[in-house]
Each structure stands twice: as C-alpha cells, then as structure tokens.
C-alpha cells in the first residue's frame, strides 16, 4: 500500500538539474549502508556545490529521494533498470544527462566522488561560469 507521503520517483525528473548518487542495500541495517550515510553527511557544502541528491533504495524499509519516500514500484524500477538484486549493496553515480558515470559494490569515499564529478565536462564547465 502506497501512503500519501510516498512518489513516483522518475531519473528524469532530475535530469539536466542534479547529478544523483543511488544508494542500494539490503536495509538500512547494513553495515555498508550505514557506513555510506555517515560518508554522505560528512560534507555537505562539496555535496551542494556538485548538484547531488541522494536516493536511499533499500531491500526492507523505506526507501528515500532526498529524505523523502518514494513508492515501491520506483524502488522495483530503479533495481531493475540498474541491475541491483535486493541483497547487493551498491553505489552508483548518475551524471546530469541521466546516465550511469560510476558504480562500487563498496562505500565510497566522498574525495573519490567529487573528482570523478569534477573530471566530468559538465562540472568543469559549472565551475568556469561560477568564477
């Protein structure tokens, strides 16, 4: 059953606008998990000034888009689009043109992310018409 807090979650809502890190595990009781969340909140200037929205797309429990609930049929979606069995942790970074850029079957280190980001076309361009 889908309560009213819960949406369709669409990649290209966001395309164009935020580059998305997709964060899947099992549940939020996974040690990965767990380890990746507290990466995430560890700079959250770097995370803004990248565009980056984080999708929380968990096996058991709620999954999130930006600390909002998204249904389970998006959830089903995006394990199937991507690959990702409902036991498998893993990281993947969709760029702003709404394709897969990066992906680890670990946690990752937020350093490692922002230079993939910043290596990208897109980014540097951000950056030259920001100064």
């Given at each position: 059953?889908?309560?009213?807090a819960?949406?369709?979650?669409e990649?290209?809502?966001?395309?164009w606008?935020?580059r998305?890190?997709?964060?899947f595990a099992?549940?939020n009781?996974?040690?990965d998990?767990?380890?990746?969340?507290?990466?995430?909140q560890a700079?959250t200037t770097g995370?803004?000034?990248?565009?980056?929205?984080?999708?929380?797309?968990?096996g058991?429990?709620?999954?999130?888009?930006?600390?909002?609930?998204?249904s389970?049929?998006?959830?089903a979606?995006?394990r199937?689009q991507?690959?990702?069995?409902v036991?498998?942790?893993s990281?993947?970074?969709?760029?702003?043109?709404?394709?897969e850029?990066?992906?680890s079957?670990?946690p990752?280190?937020?350093?490692l992310l922002?230079?993939?980001?910043d290596?990208?076309?897109?980014?540097q361009?951000?950056?030259?018409?920001?100064?």
């Amino acid at each position: 059953m889908t309560s009213k807090a819960e949406h369709q979650f669409e990649l290209s809502d966001y395309q164009w606008q935020h580059r998305l890190v997709l964060v899947f595990a099992p549940s939020n009781d996974s040690p990965d998990y767990q380890q990746q969340m507290q990466t995430w909140q560890a700079d959250t200037t770097g995370i803004s000034d990248r565009n980056l929205k984080l999708v929380e797309v968990l096996g058991t429990g709620e999954s999130r888009v930006d600390s909002e609930p998204i249904s389970p049929a998006s959830v089903a979606g995006l394990r199937q689009q991507f690959g990702v069995p409902v036991d498998q942790f893993s990281v993947i970074l969709v760029g702003k043109d709404g394709t897969e850029k990066q992906r680890s079957q670990s946690p990752v280190d937020l350093a490692l992310l922002f230079r993939t980001i910043d290596a990208m076309p897109m980014r540097q361009q951000e950056m030259r018409s920001r100064y």
